[in-house]
């Protein structure tokens, strides 16, 4: 079962997740075999993604979705994973070119230094005139060298944009995606931001280097085979950590008959007949979960029929 541990590091202004992606990550990847799957370092990139955004929703408790996504100019233009505030996750990607079994980063997104990482909040009950807000970062670090890994660039997002130190751990295959998150919490006043720090909060910092430097010996392969309680005895041992009751994170994507519906109405009748005509009906597939919606030439007309309830469950469902 899909889990999220929080916890606490006693005494100290630092805080962890853990999450466990297992039968919903494996949800998630059967879905999207419906429509072809992805390439093996592919499905590596959006496990690590969709734990990294799980986590991140956990994080700052927001009510809305937030959405992770990496873009560039390489074989992979898109990868994209989304949580919302129940913890619902997922993630596609777009393909143009070939992916090499051991392609990276790098290779898959920022062939020519153009790769960017963006995270949106989009509130789930916008306010009138209310635009999700997004913060970008490029895929290289201050030094203008490329972060090698999705989890270094999302270290380097939380640095750059709120001023927080950061460690986190992904790691993916078929049956699993999980992540470690451990964070300095903010300090009081301005000394998070960089400026003159006393001897109690350069203490604090350290406190955070050790925990962090514990953390980092966590491999990849312990991540994805060892079990919570394993992970953080083995890892904090000689700490006193406060633990909290674990959250469920599921798969679960957004699309329905209805949205699909209203996305044909929106190209117009002359668009949707002109599909009919040349295919016999309209069939659309969700980039996230695979599902197929089917309309004919009947249900594009009812489309378009004023003052017509439309039928709920018209369109064949595959």
Known sequence: MSELHKFLFEGLPVRGMLVRLTDSWQEALRRR?????????????????????????????????????????????????????????????????????????????????????AITLDPKDRLPGQTPYQGVVSLHGDLKEPLQDIAKVLEHYMLQSEQLDTRLILAANDQMAAGLLIQRLPVQGEGNLGGHRNEDEIGLSESFNRIAHLAATLTREELLTLDADTVLRRLFWEEDIRRFEPLAPRFECRCSVDKVRNMLTGLGREEADSIVAERGDVEVGCDFCGQQYRFDAVDVGEMFTPGRDQPPGSPAVH
């Not at 969709?50 to 560039?72: C, D, P």
């Open 33 to 117: 075999e419906a429509v072809g799957a992805f390439p093996a370092p592919v499905r590596v990139l959006l496990g690590e993604m969709s734990a990294a955004a799980a986590l991140m929703q956990a994080n700052i408790k927001f009510n809305g979705s937030l959405i992770l996504q990496v873009f560039g100019d390489g074989p992979v233009k898109l990868a994209v994973a989304e949580a919302n505030s129940e913890l619902g996750f997922r993630a596609t990607a777009k393909v143009v070119g070939e992916v090499a079994d051991d392609a990276r980063l790098e290779a898959m997104l920022n062939l020519h230094g153009k790769g960017r990482c």
